[in-house]
């Protein structure tokens, strides 16, 4: 209600201004719920990987394609305003059987800062991905500008250098006589780089290899022996990881193969190399110790 003397523009000031206090206030509710949505994934041990490029590139298409989500896909821009990050399991299997695959806001040239609070769920979901694919509508006549300008807010972000990129040429369908095979034929022998059409299938088996490809950096080696009563953690190993050898011993399963750093670091008490060379070093220590007070003999 209006108080005395105050005028209909100093209401409707007010009234924004406290539209603005709750609209604030979801926000940050919103990336509390994002952030424990964030700690579940990582829980989970899977890599996630984050689809940006410019507005209309074809992020949602190809994320329809690859897992059937059914999420939003039209020549509009800012057809997707909220990420969705779906279960997607990779055919081929040559590294990660199964990683998270999220879909982004697209981006745009000179972005109008009343709309920045709206980008914030799409740069973190960059920030916190593994493997960025840029997608880029190569049927636009300025698809070069525009995947400057991507690559201008990855680099502004600090994602750009520090993580696997794969670049993916899009919409090769659309574009006229032969200029679709010659890309293709130019991406193939570009680094991660991959020609394809998300709206036909077409060319997704390379972008599938350049993926694989991007994610094996992401695995360290490793040489386990786990006990046969934590059948959970060996089932999590072949789900998330690259198993090469497989060995049913007395006293456990042994695992030989590469799976992500940090499911290493919390599987660390099953590391062979581990588990042996510390025993020994202690073995050979307490010996030595023991000879050095002449109260012990040399193992033979």
């Excluded at 041990?45 to 410019?54: E, H, N, Q, R, S």
């Amino acid at each position: 209600l209006r108080g005395p003397g105050e005028r209909q523009l100093e209401i409707d000031r007010r009234l924004i201004r406290d539209r603005i206090i709750v609209l604030k206030r979801q926000i940050d509710d919103i990336q509390k719920q994002r952030d424990l949505h964030r700690r579940g994934r990582d829980n989970l041990g899977l890599p996630v990987v984050a689809i940006v490029g410019y507005t209309n590139a074809g992020k949602s298409t190809l994320l329809n394609y690859l897992t059937r989500a059914g999420v939003m896909a039209e020549d509009i821009l800012f057809a997707t305003l909220d990420p969705t990050t779906r279960r997607v399991k990779l055919p081929g299997h040559k590294t990660h059987p199964e990683v998270l695959l999220t879909d982004t806001v697209g981006f745009i040239q000179r972005l109008p800062t009343q709309l920045v609070a709206a980008f914030r769920a799409t740069l973190e979901e960059v920030r916190g991905a593994d493997v960025l694919v840029h997608m880029v509508d190569v049927s636009t006549p300025s698809w070069q500008k525009q995947e400057a300008a991507v690559a201008d807010v990855l680099r502004d972000i600090g994602v750009l250098d520090d993580r696997p990129v794969v670049r993916v040429l899009n919409k090769i369908d659309l574009l006229p006589g032969s200029e679709g095979e010659d890309l293709a034929m130019e991406a193939a022998f570009m680094d991660r780089s991959v020609a394809i059409s998300a709206a036909t299938g077409e060319g997704i088996q390379d972008f599938v290899a350049c993926m694989e490809d991007a994610l094996q950096g992401l695995l360290v080696p490793v040489e386990m022996l786990v006990p046969y009563n934590n059948g959970e953690d060996l089932n999590l190993i072949h789900e998330v990881g690259a198993v090469e050898t497989v060995e049913y011993r007395e006293n456990g399963t042994y695992i030989c193969g590469r799976v992500p750093e940090a499911l290493a670091n919390r599987l660390k008490a099953y590391s062979v190399g581990a588990t042996e060379g510390g025993g020994a070093a202690a073995k050979d220590e307490t010996d030595w110790v023991a000879l050095g007070r002449g109260r012990h003999s040399v193992t033979k």
